[in-house]
C-alpha cells in the first residue's frame, strides 16, 4: 500500500509539470483555436537558453532570460508564421505547427549536439519525504509553482481587460473584432505567455531525477498532450487535472511495469494515450472542454 501512495504522490509531482505545459496547449487553443504541435520544441528552447546562460549570470536571471526567449519564440511563430495563414482550417494550422517544431527542434539538436546541459537549479538533488514518500525537491517546487501559476492566470482572465478580452475573441473573434479588439495582438499574447509557461516547465522538466537538457526533453515534454486533450482543448481546470491524471498514469504503469509486461514494456508511454482515449469515447469534449470547440 505504502508502495502505491509513493508512486501517486510522485506521479502527482510529475503530473504538475505536464499541468504547466498543458496549460499553454489551453491558452494558444483558446485564443486561436490552433494545435500547437511545436509546443514542445518551445519548452526545450526555454530550458536551452537557462542551460547556456545559469553560469554566467545566475539561475534565477537565466530563468528569466529562458522565459523571455521562450516568449518572444512562441510569439514569433505566430506572427511571421500563424498569422499569414489565420484563416486557414485547423488542420493546416496544426502542419504548420509540426513544420516549425521538426525546424526548431533540428536547430537546438544542433546547438546542444550530444552534450547534457544541467540548468543550474539550487535545489539540486535535494528530496523531501512526505507520508514516509521521497520526492524530488524540484517537482514539489513545480507543484506549488503550477498552482500559483493558476491562480494568476484565473485572476488575469477574470479581472483584468486582457483577459475579458481574450474571452471575447474566444467566443466570439468577429464580434469582437467589430467592437475594437485587436485579435492579432490577443493572439501574440497568448503566444507568449504560452512560451513563458513551457519554459517554465521545461526548467523543472531538465532538473533532478532528470539528467539534464537534451533534444529528447521536447519528445517528453509532448507527453503533455494527453494531459491537454484529457482536460478539454479550452478549460484550464481540465489541463491541472489532466496533468495530474496523466502523470499518476505515468508513475503507476512505470512502477508495477514487472507485473504488467504482458501489456509490453512501453507501457508507461502508451499508457496516458490510452486512458486519454477512452475517456474521449465517453466525453469527445475531454473532461472539462466546451463541446463548440471539438467541432473546429
Do not use: C
Not at 84 to 112: C, K, Q
Not at 123 to 131: D, F, I, M, P, R
Not at 175 to 202: D, K, S, V
Amino acid at each position: 500500500m505504502s508502495q502505491a501512495v509513493g508512486f501517486v504522490v510522485n506521479g502527482s509531482s510529475l503530473g504538475a509539470i505536464y499541468a504547466l505545459i498543458a496549460l499553454g496547449f489551453v491558452m494558444i487553443f483558446k485564443a486561436t483555436s490552433v494545435m500547437n504541435f511545436a509546443h514542445g520544441s518551445v519548452v526545450v528552447l526555454g530550458a536551452y537558453v537557462v542551460g547556456r546562460t545559469h553560469d554566467t549570470v545566475g539561475f534565477w536571471w537565466a530563468v528569466l532570460l529562458g522565459l523571455a526567449a521562450a516568449a518572444a519564440g512562441a510569439a514569433l511563430i505566430d506572427v511571421v508564421v500563424l498569422r499569414r495563414a489565420r484563416g486557414a482550417d485547423p488542420g493546416t494550422l496544426a502542419i504548420l505547427t509540426i513544420g516549425v517544431n521538426t525546424l526548431l527542434s533540428a536547430e537546438l539538436t544542433r546547438e546542444t549536439g550530444s552534450a547534457i546541459l544541467s540548468t543550474g537549479a539550487p535545489w539540486g538533488t535535494s528530496t523531501v519525504h512526505l507520508a514516509g514518500v521521497s520526492i524530488p525537491l524540484s517537482r514539489v517546487v513545480a507543484a506549488v509553482v503550477a498552482v500559483a501559476v493558476v491562480a494568476v492566470l484565473w485572476a488575469v482572465f477574470k479581472f483584468t481587460t486582457w483577459g475579458i478580452a481574450m474571452r471575447a475573441a474566444a467566443e466570439d473573434g468577429d464580434t469582437a473584432a467589430l467592437l475594437g479588439i485587436r485579435l492579432n495582438r490577443i493572439a501574440a499574447g497568448a503566444w507568449a505567455i504560452a512560451g513563458a509557461l513551457a519554459a517554465l516547465a521545461g526548467v523543472f522538466l531538465t532538473s533532478f531525477p532528470s539528467p539534464g537538457i537534451t533534444p529528447a526533453v521536447g519528445v517528453t515534454a509532448l507527453a503533455a498532450i494527453p494531459a491537454w486533450v484529457l482536460g478539454g482543448f479550452d478549460s484550464f481546470g481540465g489541463a491541472v487535472v489532466g496533468g495530474l491524471v496523466i502523470g499518476i498514469v505515468t508513475a503507476l504503469t512505470a512502477g508495477y511495469q514487472e507485473h504488467l509486461l504482458f501489456l509490453g514494456r512501453d507501457l508507461p508511454q502508451v499508457a496516458p494515450y490510452a486512458v486519454m482515449f477512452l475517456v474521449l469515447l465517453v466525453r469527445p469534449s475531454g473532461l472539462f472542454g466546451s463541446t463548440e470547440f471539438t467541432r473546429v
